[in-house]
């Protein structure tokens, strides 16, 4: 099925750990962006990319990496992994016709723990 | 930098009553993109609606209308007779749009709606 997916659904890191989190697309967006969620706090944009090999940092990118180099997938890679990282991680990809910017589509999310 | 704000964090009614969310924005710049995003709590984020900043008509599909009026910065959603089904977190959010391309969304806080039997 077309869409955007990510994976892993569920994750426990220790403090300190590194990781990566999958997102991938297959529906030829050029627009891909990684968002958390935090209750009482909505979600808050970590990075996002605008094509194969341009990112830029969104609201919240400390402690957080990412690269595009290819249209189809963006990782996103915590570092040395806190517990203020706790969060659910949402992937999402949108493009442009006719000079319109549609809809983003999300993943499904990755729920993190850290402990 | 932009702002949403949706000043509206948990609205209940009893089922068949219209209710409207009010989403307020900040943007400094002159084209831009507006959504509405449904959260239910099984955890997704469904799709409800774009606008962009030169389009103010209003919308209807079925049971949902919004409402965009550039002068006030607002883009408000009105769910008209209400069912136990939208009760959900519903998202405003806003995406800049330039020579760049789209930065990313940039979302309200959300708010809770519980529609009652």
């Known amino acids: 099925n077309a869409g955007v997916t990510q994976t892993p659904k569920f994750q426990v890191l220790k403090t300190g750990q590194s990781m990566t989190l999958q997102c991938a697309q297959d529906?030829?967006?050029?627009?891909m962006s990684w968002y958390r969620q935090d209750p009482g706090m909505g979600l808050r944009l970590i990075h996002y990319?605008?094509?194969?090999?341009?990112?830029d940092q969104g609201e919240v990118p400390n402690g957080y990496n990412v690269s595009r180099s290819t249209t189809e997938d963006f990782p996103l890679r915590l570092l040395s992994a806190a517990p203020s990282q706790t969060s659910v991680y949402f992937c999402?990809?949108?493009?442009?016709?006719?000079?319109?910017?549609?809809?983003?589509?999300f993943g499904s999310g990755t729920r993190l723990t850290v402990v | 930098a932009q702002k949403v704000t949706q000043a509206q964090t948990e609205i209940s009614v009893v089922e068949k009553e219209d209710v409207t969310l009010d989403c307020v924005y900040e943007t400094r710049d002159t084209t831009y993109y507006l959504f509405w995003y449904k959260q239910p709590p099984s955890g997704e984020l469904v799709f409800l609606i774009r606008?962009?900043?030169?389009?103010?008509q209003n919308e209807i599909s079925g049971r949902y209308s919004w409402n965009f009026q550039k002068s006030t910065s607002s883009f408000n959603f009105t769910i008209t007779a209400s069912q136990v089904v939208d009760s959900a977190v519903y998202f405003c959010?806003?995406?800049?749009?330039?020579?760049?391309?789209?930065?990313?969304?940039?979302f309200g806080k959300g708010t809770h709606l519980i529609i009652q039997p």
């Open positions: 999402a990809s949108s493009h442009t016709a006719r000079g319109q910017l549609y809809g983003y589509t």
């Open positions: 529906m030829n967006h050029e627009y």
């Open positions: 990319s605008v094509g194969a090999g341009i990112t």
């Open positions: 959010a806003l995406s800049g749009y330039s020579g760049g391309g789209a930065d990313g969304l940039t």
């Open positions: 606008r962009n900043s030169f389009d103010e």
